[in-house]
């Protein structure tokens, strides 16, 4: 056991997935949270540098980490000191948390059949201090929206890794659990990914005839969705669960739906405002968000704020490229780690969050450019 956590990998999980280990502590020494947060992130930094001696990270790698970073750095930076953007600041030390420390971890990561098996064992961990969280006015999580992310991003993903490794049915009990508890007490966009991420999975393991019927199964469901929802929501209401989520539901089944997407697409509509004022080559990061008082969510056309539609072509073109590499891998389990990623963040970005506080996006990014610079991968038999 110890020298699985002598490992990148697992020093990987606790950094990524291990913040979640610490609200309970956080919440009850509010005071101390910058401490106690600092003094994690050193420690698994001392403890990462001890295990490094072992195995040089190479150059290459170092280099395309060192390259991502100064290049988004630095516009951040120059939009804190030269714009004197407020959010740009937020949004420096979001990067430093969620972009720039993870990828430095991930610098060495090699064997991900052994970073599954460790995600699904901090991700039931996990699973156990969020889910009852909305009981407790979200204490841990702060808000419904904050808890419908958290659990999909740091525990239902793990639990997927341990379906897809350990092939074990059982697990499939707390999967459904907290893909119920997403839905009730979560957002529709932590909602959706859960969803999207959990279809990945079964087309990812199951044979080619059940895939058949599971495909005729997903169109009946999309072909009587409002049907399905409505009754899934009114059984729901008898057990007086008024929360966000399901209240946002029923407003879909009574085909009041530009209540619930009237915020989103006014934000939308004001960003393409912005868009045409410097269509090709955009505002700068945070631009957007300082006058407008918000992200605009959706990732598209916050990349297309930032860079114009340049930008956009250049970030659909590697996020295409990404997905061509992604299915010509030939490591399984890396290849569905990554998998889980990419839907993790594109789907819930369609509607919500920013790149600046969403670590599964740069993880996802920082695979794919450490898969082109050549990237070797390990086998999993040297940690058994």
């Known amino acids: 056991m110890l020298r699985y956590i002598k490992t990148p990998e697992f020093l990987f999980v606790l950094y990524v997935y291990g913040f979640v280990l610490l609200r309970p ?9 910058t ?17 490094n001696r072992s195995s040089r990270i190479d150059l290459r790698n170092i280099f395309v980490w060192l390259l991502l970073s100064l290049f988004f750095g630095s516009q951040l930076v120059y939009a804190t000191l030269f714009k004197g953007y407020e959010t740009s600041y937020q949004y420096s030390l979001n990067f430093i948390i969620f972009g720039f420390v993870p990828l430095y971890f991930l610098l060495n990561v090699n064997n ?12 039931c961990v996990n699973g156990l201090v969020l889910l009852l969280d909305p009981l407790n006015d979200y204490c841990l999580s702060g808000n419904y929206m904050g808890y419908g992310f958290d659990l999909l991003m740091f525990s239902f993903s793990g639990l997927l890794f341990g379906f897809y490794a350990l092939r074990k049915k059982i697990l499939l009990a707390p999967i459904i659990i ?3 508890f997403i839905v009730i007490y979560g957002n529709k966009g932590a909602a959706l990914g859960a ?7 079964f087309f990812f393991q199951i044979k080619s005839i059940s895939k058949l019927i599971l495909s005729l199964v ?23 669960l008024p929360t966000y989520s399901l209240l946002t539901l029923q407003l ?48 598209f056309l916050e990349i297309t704020l930032a860079y114009g539609y340049m930008g956009l072509i250049v970030f659909v073109g590697l996020l295409v490229h990404s997905i061509f590499l992604l299915v010509k891998m030939n490591d399984p389990y890396k290849r569905f780690f990554q998998l889980i990623l990419l839907v993790g963040w594109l789907v819930p970005m369609q509607f919500s969050l920013t790149i600046w506080n969403v670590s599964l996006f740069w993880i996802y990014i920082g695979i794919y450019l450490l898969s082109i610079t050549g990237k070797k991968d390990e086998s999993f038999s040297q940690y058994v």
Not at 112 to 123: E, G, P, Q, T, W
Not at 195 to 201: G, R
Not at 257 to 276: F, G, K, L, M, P
């Open 25 to 33: 502590l956080i919440y009850l020494t509010h005071d101390y949270s």
């Open 35 to 51: 401490m106690i947060i600092g003094g994690y992130v050193s420690l698994l930094l001392i403890l990462l540098t001890v295990v």
């Open 112 to 123: 991900f059949k052994l970073l599954i098996y460790c995600a699904f064992i901090i991700s």
């Open 178 to 180: 907290e893909l119920s």
């Open 195 to 201: 969803l999207a991420m959990l279809l990945v999975m």
């Open 218 to 240: 997903i169109f009946l469901i999309l072909a009587n969705w409002k049907l399905l929802l409505s009754a899934i929501v009114s059984q729901l209401m008898k057990f007086n």
């Open 252 to 299: 879909l089944v009574l085909d009041e739906s530009d209540q619930v997407y009237s915020a989103r697409t006014n934000i939308w509509n004001v960003a393409i405002e912005w868009i045409e004022r410097n269509p090709f080559w955009g505002n700068g990061i945070c631009t957007f968000d300082e006058f407008n008082n918000g992200y605009v969510h959706n990732v």
